[in-house]
């Protein structure tokens, strides 16, 4: 089983509507979540960061952690061509003295005007 | 603020040779971690170094080694090249262990192996 589980899509709707994105994960000692946009050829570029349960916005962006559930998730509203990406959600937690991030597979996005 | 920055852009090797990769870390960073990813797959954890030390490795052979220089900047070496290997290398800096949470990641270099 996989530390990290996201569907990787692909995922493609209209322009304007509403967004989920999801991956849940199996290890409790994770400590903080993460959401990261990926465009073709280029590095991954933070989004999102929360250490806590709940939701965190911004923007059109909502991070959602459920650490019960062992679970999370990114809304995107009003979408927009420009959101057209890979969007990877990212775990951490420390592995001996490091910060390791741990990555989902990554949700191929298109939105299509 | 200068960003993260690697090179070469793109890399083509044959099997069984060497490659070594460089990235500059955002400006005041001194943590620098290097990440692989396969085609269609999240990064994979190589290593990270803090003050010019290794202090976390993941499931990568010996053959992927690394350096960090007193400027922060960074080196991934990768020996004895397998096709497997071909993929994109990404470097992440961040500030120090206390707020390594937040890892920025350059552009990356696609590595081919023939």
């Known amino acids: 089983q996989k530390e990290v589980e996201q569907d990787p899509g692909p995922l493609s709707v209209p322009e304007g509507a509403i967004v989920s994105l999801n991956c849940t994960y199996s290890?409790?000692?994770?400590?903080?979540f993460m959401w990261y946009r990926q465009y073709s050829r280029k590095g991954p570029e933070l989004l999102m960061y929360?250490?806590?349960?709940g939701n965190k916005e911004d923007g059109r962006f909502t991070a959602q952690v459920d650490k019960s559930s062992k679970y999370i998730s990114l809304f995107i509203r009003d979408s927009q061509p420009s959101d057209s990406a890979t969007y990877l959600c990212?775990?951490?937690?420390?592995?001996?003295?490091?910060?390791?991030?741990?990555f989902g597979q990554g949700t191929r996005l298109t939105i299509n005007p | 603020e200068t960003g993260v920055t690697q090179s070469p852009t793109h890399l083509i090797k044959t099997r069984g040779q060497q490659v070594t990769l460089r990235c500059s870390s955002q400006?005041?960073?001194?943590?620098v971690s290097w990440y692989q990813q396969a085609l269609g797959q999240g990064p994979q954890f190589i290593f990270q170094?803090?003050?010019?030390?290794?202090?976390g490795r993941g499931n990568f052979p010996p053959r992927f080694s690394g350096l960090q220089f007193p400027n922060y900047s960074s080196e991934l070496n990768v020996n004895a090249l397998e096709l497997d290997d071909s993929a994109l290398y990404l470097c992440?800096?961040?500030?120090?262990?206390?707020?390594?949470?937040?890892?920025?990641f350059g552009p990356g270099t696609r590595l081919t192996v023939l």
């Open positions: 170094y803090y003050r010019e030390e290794e202090n």
């Open positions: 992440a800096s961040s500030s120090g262990l206390a707020g390594a949470d937040t890892q920025y």
């Open positions: 400006s005041g960073h001194n943590t």
């Open positions: 929360t250490y806590s349960s």
């Open positions: 990212a775990i951490g937690h420390m592995a001996s003295r490091a910060q390791k991030l741990v």
């Open positions: 290890n409790s000692a994770f400590q903080y």
